[in-house]
């Protein structure tokens, strides 16, 4: 049907030639050959990215075990639900965000376009233009498919978007035109070949399109370490269960008990963590200029190693000036040196990059011509060269695949239509603010004031939310191996579990939760650990999780075997003392900063002090203390907590784990 517009009028006889073009039916039976032309294929659906965040490993066990203590009639032991829906959510909405902005993406092709059909001119919808149609076409109008120039009068065009060149090019009879392009000046015809899903315009939309989500470095580590954490926890828990099962306990209490020690050995709160430290850190970064759209691309900026530029629009600016280059320590100058890939002449490029500093090495390479097949040689010639001009959008795209495949973590920084392949292929892409809008829809992150003086920045809170995430997931995982130490001693043999899923959810609160959220935020080192992620969270959660369960189990068993106290009273004291001991935990989390930094020191002092009040306002509140079904504690359960404090005090001491820096050794008197 034809769409609202002008009625059908003659054609110039000086752009179309006379008696050209298809008849209305030819055209209509050809369009009905293609088919139904759906839309071009975007993201994922939304039933996808719900099933795809709904249904996981940790979703699974802690929505059984939330089925199974709701069914047990014990609500105020659900509070760990909180974290599932909350992980859950946030994972949902980072993808539907993605899929929001896939999905406005700007078609490449025009929504009309000026026809030949029986004689006459017409006004069709771009997607009922079929192989074979005369296209007329004048300055402002846009190549909505491929074709081959039937009828040229000065004929210029703008191909920049496509292929990065920055002067008007003269399109001739006969030659070869691409969806995507502009006219400029002049004016001509040219009859399709390649319409629709099938021109080139479209291909590079499509990719644009694509769906991709890629996992950062650290939360490639985080995913490896809680692989680990199901392991263990499902051979302990299978263990637990069965020993339950053995013991023939009341449903009630049976459900309580599993969800108390196998939740315990989740942790759900850290990946939670990681997500919002994310999001803290793009709130900051949007102030000074940077807007995140993938927000782990923060992250993945501080592991960078190669960058690839852009020249039309990202170093052409005007406003660049390049003062010197200065190369992290153990790199030499001449590694950091290498900043650009353009569509543009090689003299240009090479003479645009000596102006901003790149050293073009033995020269420009010179489009596909000098680009090798194989990947290995092309990421070789990538290593030895610079400068890259004369390149296709497919040619930019295979530089960045080969530099990945060889190892490197790629950055690609670009504006026009032309970056968008490479960009996608990246390891992290980046546009211009005044880029096109199809650059800045598939970017993780958007310079908005076209400024590189953001990147150092972005850099540094990278390095923050390593540094500090890795540390915060001992806190984590410490807690996972105090429940696995409880069933493995404690839990095994009584088939019980000293706390209730309520009060493992109070003290992880006050040692895991906020504290945890507090680390992630604070000032980090300038760079993150070097060591093995898993070895160093391994090295501290280990021990310190085993004092934590020692404490705990022996505490309990006083009040409850040796004193004879109630079940309430004797999981009062419990709690007490894992709250007490994680607090302490908080003071060894980063030992060496602590005897090092004063201001750090007091900060961590200082929220210790009220995570405490905040622990005993708890004790204070009737209420709560109903809630949690926890009891006052009396002056010999006192005296219990701080026995089963100061042991562990001293062999955290014992096994280098403390607060306090070592005294110097006094030296040896001199010999008489």
């Known amino acids: 049907m034809r769409p609202p517009g002008p009625m059908p009028t003659q054609p110039d006889p000086s752009i179309a030639p006379a008696g050209s073009g298809l008849t209305e039916a030819e055209a209509r039976r050809r369009l009905d050959a293609l088919g139904e032309r759906g839309e071009l294929p975007t993201s994922r659906s939304y039933t996808s990215i719900v099933r795809a965040n709904t249904l996981t490993l940790f979703n699974l066990i802690l929505g059984s075990f939330l089925v199974l203590i709701l069914l047990a009639g014990r609500p105020a032991d659900a509070l760990f639900a909180a974290v599932l829906v909350a992980n859950t959510a946030i994972g949902i909405l980072q993808e539907v965000r993605a899929k929001r902005t896939l999905d406005r ?46 009828r040229s009068v000065g004929l210029m065009l703008d191909e920049s978007p496509l292929t990065g060149e920055s002067h008007a090019v003269e399109r001739r009879e006969g030659e070869v035109l691409l969806s995507g392009s502009f006219v400029v000046e002049g004016a001509g015809s040219y009859v399709v070949e390649a319409a629709g899903e099938a021109s080139y315009a479209a291909s590079l939309t499509g990719i644009a399109r694509e769906y991709r989500f890629r996992r950062s470095p650290l939360e490639l580590q985080i995913n490896r370490l809680l692989q680990i954490l199901v392991v263990g926890m ?64 923060v992250e993945v900026l501080a592991n960078v190693d190669t960058v690839c530029l852009d020249k039309t629009g990202t170093l052409t600016d005007g406003r660049l000036v390049l003062e010197r280059t200065v190369a992290a320590t153990g790199r030499e100058r001449a590694d950091v040196e290498r900043l650009l890939l353009s569509g543009d002449s090689p003299a240009t490029v090479a003479a645009v990059a000596d102006r901003a500093g790149i050293p073009a090495g033995p020269g420009p390479v010179a489009g596909s011509q000098e680009l090798p097949d194989d990947p290995a040689a092309l990421a070789a010639l990538a290593e030895e060269r610079t400068v890259f001009g004369r390149l296709t ?5 295979r530089l960045v695949e080969a530099l990945t495949a060889s190892g490197r973590s790629v950055a690609m920084i670009g504006d026009g239509v032309n970056d968008v392949p490479a960009m996608k292929s990246s390891r992290l892409a980046i546009a211009f603010g005044a880029g096109s809008q199809l650059a800045k829809s598939v970017a993780d992150a958007v310079l908005v004031t076209d400024e590189f003086a953001v990147l150092p920045g972005a850099v540094a809170q990278g390095r923050r939310i390593i540094a500090n995430v890795q540390r915060v997931a001992r806190l984590f995982v410490t807690k996972s191996v105090f ?29 895991v939760g906020v504290p945890g959220f507090i680390f992630a935020l604070l000032p980090g080192e300038a760079r993150p650990e070097e060591e093995s992620f898993l070895r160093r969270v391994g090295l501290f959660a280990s021990p310190a999780g085993a004092v934590m369960a020692g404490a705990v189990v022996l505490a309990f068993l006083t009040d409850r075997e040796l004193r004879g106290r109630s079940e309430v009273d004797a999981r009062t004291v419990a709690v007490t003392v894992m709250v007490a001991v994680g607090l302490y935990v908080l003071l060894v989390l980063d030992r060496e900063r ?52 100061a042991l562990s005090v001293q062999v955290f001491t014992r096994i280098g784990m403390s607060p306090i820096p070592p005294r110097p050794e006094s030296e040896e008197p001199p010999a008489t």
């Open 105 to 150: 993406l700007a078609l490449l092709v025009a929504p009309y376009a000026r026809v030949v059909r029986d004689g006459a001119s017409h006004e069709v919808a771009a997607a009922d233009v079929v192989p074979g149609d005369l296209v007329m076409v004048q300055p402002g109008d846009q190549i909505v498919a491929d074709g081959t120039v039937a």
């Open 234 to 297: 499902v051979v302990l828990g299978g263990a637990f269960a069965w020993v339950l099962v053995r013991h023939d306990l009341p449903f009630r209490e049976a459900a309580a008990t599993a969800t108390a020690g196998i939740v315990t050995l989740v942790p759900e709160g850290l990946v939670l963590l990681t997500s919002l430290t994310f999001a803290v850190a793009a709130m900051r970064l949007a102030r000074r200029g940077m807007l995140v759209q993938a927000l782990n691309s």
């Open 393 to 397: 959008p497919e040619d930019k795209r």
């Open 594 to 645: 602590m005897q090092t930094s004063r201001a750090y020191a007091v900060t961590v002092a200082v929220m210790v002090e009220v995570l405490a009040l905040g622990y005993l306002a708890v004790l204070a509140s009737p209420s709560l203390r109903g809630f949690f079904a926890l009891s006052t504690p009396g002056f010999v359960d006192w005296l219990v907590v701080a026995a089963a404090v």
């Open 483 to 511: 429940a696995a130490g409880v069933i493995a001693t404690f839990g095994l043999v009584t088939a019980s579990f000293p706390l209730l899923p309520r009060h493992l959810s109070l003290a992880a609160t006050f040692t």
